[in-house]
């Protein structure tokens, strides 16, 4: 626990509950952490902005890892790098996609295109980053600079199939992971997890073995394998925990903040 001098933290199922509230206690335990020079950074599937209400009650002040690191901005949401897909790869990935029966959306500039408001998911996710999508029916001139693009769908056993599809299909050329069973997100090679942990490693000037990671998905054990140290929370899957140093509660039992106080505080919990 000495060791450790930065906590890259997962948003949603992790930081924040289904509700996508961020707990007084979660909120606490990243100021402990301050009071231990530990600084604390996130990393997510969303877009920058829509991790803004976060910034302040966390007091963040380390870079901001949006789309999974696919764009990079400081605390103020002012750019510092950006990794886009390339046309022929995004036009490939929408492809697949459609083919494969899932909703497209392509994320490009500051711009969330859907091809229908109205469909699954739309409406959460627009509740949970705070801002609406575009419509649109041809994603021709959003594809020369997508950061990401999600397939979308209820049918999980179709969302696994697809995500194994596209990591075939595109091999190196880009990132392909589920960020949710119902998203599978696909971003530049270098836009995922692992690599978001690298960046800030070097940015930062900190050892990975000095970073601890916590999350819930399977694009979260990316950053898992870099990490010194690793905890899952208690709603990942069984395959997740297997790659996690600890395993805490819930994001609905305070999962976070236990994982905090006792993994990187110290603290003992009856």
Request: aromatic share 6%; glycine share 8%.
């Amino acid at each position: 626990m000495s060791e450790i001098r930065l906590l890259l933290a997962d948003v949603d199922g992790t930081l924040v509950t289904k509700d996508k509230i961020l707990t007084s206690r979660a909120i606490a335990a990243v100021e402990k952490l301050r009071t231990r020079n530990i600084l604390f950074a996130i990393t997510s599937g969303r877009p920058p902005k829509g991790m803004d209400m976060l910034i302040e009650p966390l007091r963040i002040d380390t870079p901001i890892a949006g789309f999974n690191g696919g764009l990079w901005v400081n605390p103020d949401l002012s750019i510092i790098e950006a990794r886009t897909l390339a046309r022929d790869i995004a036009e490939k990935t929408v492809s697949i996609l459609q083919s494969d029966g899932l909703d497209v959306w392509v994320y490009s500039g500051e711009d969330w295109l859907v091809p229908n408001a109205e469909a699954p998911h739309v409406a959460r996710e627009q509740w949970t980053v705070k801002f609406p999508p575009k419509v649109a029916a041809d994603f021709t001139q959003a594809l020369e600079g997508a950061v990401k693009i999600v397939g979308v769908s209820d049918d999980l056993s179709r969302v696994e199939a697809c995500e194994r599809r596209v990591q075939e299909a595109l091999g190196g050329e880009a990132s392909a992971a589920c960020s949710q069973p119902y998203y599978l997100d696909v971003t530049h090679p270098e836009a995922n997890k692992g690599f978001a942990l690298a960046w800030l490693a070097k940015r930062l000037g900190i050892p990975e073995h000095a970073i601890a990671t916590i999350g819930d998905q399977p694009n979260d054990a990316l950053m898992f394998r870099k990490s010194g140290l690793s905890i899952a929370m208690g709603n990942a899957s069984d395959a997740v925990k297997k790659q996690a140093t600890h395993i805490t509660a819930s994001s609905e039992q305070e999962g976070f903040a236990l994982a905090v106080e006792t993994f990187l505080l110290g603290e003992r919990h009856g």
